[in-house]
T-cell receptor, first 116, second 113 residues
Framework: AQKVTQAQTEISVVEKEDVTLDCVYETRDTTYYLFWYKQPPSGELVFLIRRNSFDEQNEISGRYSWNFQKSTSSFNFTITASQVVDSAVYFCALSEAEDSNYQLIWGAGTKLIIKP | DSGVTQTPKHLITATGQRVTLRCSPRSGDLSVYWYQQSLDQGLQFLIQYYNGEERAKGNILERFSAQQFPDLHSELNLSSLELGDSALYFC????????????FGQGTRLTVV
């Protein structure tokens, strides 16, 4: 069965530190999509990235980077030089292309606290 | 701003009551999804509509129903409300049927007292 595990419930770092949020997934499908969303204290869910299972290239967007490794079924998210505004709950999610529901399976989220 | 609009932002109602949550998708998006976020269950998929038709069902209770109208806005109806229905309800929209790059509204926080 498909599953997304974010083992880190809460991470607290001091501003300017680098921080990595872990995401491990389980799926039987060969075609699937992985996502990261950010939920700031205001509550909305903000799309960060979508990755398909055939593209293992790492992605960098400003201070954000993502490391996708199929061998370990992981899709980790790193924030470099963290800022207080990065404080939020971050969700990793999985969508299987062969699942006719195409629903997002969510991890439990990691609460990231950036202290000034 | 994701372009997805949800109303109302907050709703407080009593047990046994019925409420309707409304969602306007991004311009051009044909798919609408409803998700529930609660403290004990986390984020859960409820239901998806595509161009007016129900496409997929998730963990949606029988007391809940939804529809998508010809103008593509969607409504989620919650009836016979229980305390446990208190949650943040999100609507998301995407262009196609696949749940890719779905953009979420700000959510409706429902409190059942």
């Amino acid at each position: 069965a498909q599953k997304v595990t974010q083992a880190q419930t809460e991470i607290s770092v001091v501003e300017k530190e680098d921080v990595t949020l872990d995401c491990v997934y389980e799926t039987r499908d060969t075609t699937y999509y992985l996502f990261w969303y950010k939920q700031p204290p205001s509550g909305e869910l903000v799309f960060l990235i979508r990755r398909n299972s055939f593209d293992e290239q790492n992605e960098i967007s400003g201070r954000y980077s993502w490391n996708f490794q199929k061998s370990t079924s992981s899709f980790n998210f790193t924030i470099t030089a963290s800022q207080v505004v990065d404080s939020a709950v971050y969700f990793c999610a999985l969508s299987e292309a062969e699942d006719s529901n195409y629903q997002l399976i969510w991890g439990a989220g990691t609460k990231l606290i950036i202290k000034p | 701003d994701s372009g997805v609009t949800q109303t109302p932002k907050h709703l407080i109602t009593a047990t046994g009551q019925r409420v309707t949550l409304r969602c306007s998708p991004r311009s051009g998006d044909l798919s609408v999804y409803w998700y529930q976020q609660s403290l004990d269950q986390g984020l859960q998929f409820l239901i998806q509509y595509y161009n007016g038709e129900e496409r997929a069902k998730g963990n949606i209770l029988e007391r809940f129903s939804a529809q998508q109208f010809p103008d593509l806005h969607s409504e989620l109806n919650l009836s016979s409300l229980e305390l446990g229905d208190s949650a943040l309800y999100f609507c998301a929209s995407s262009v196609g049927t696949m749940n890719t790059e779905a953009f979420f509204g700000q959510g409706t926080r429902l409190t059942v007292v």
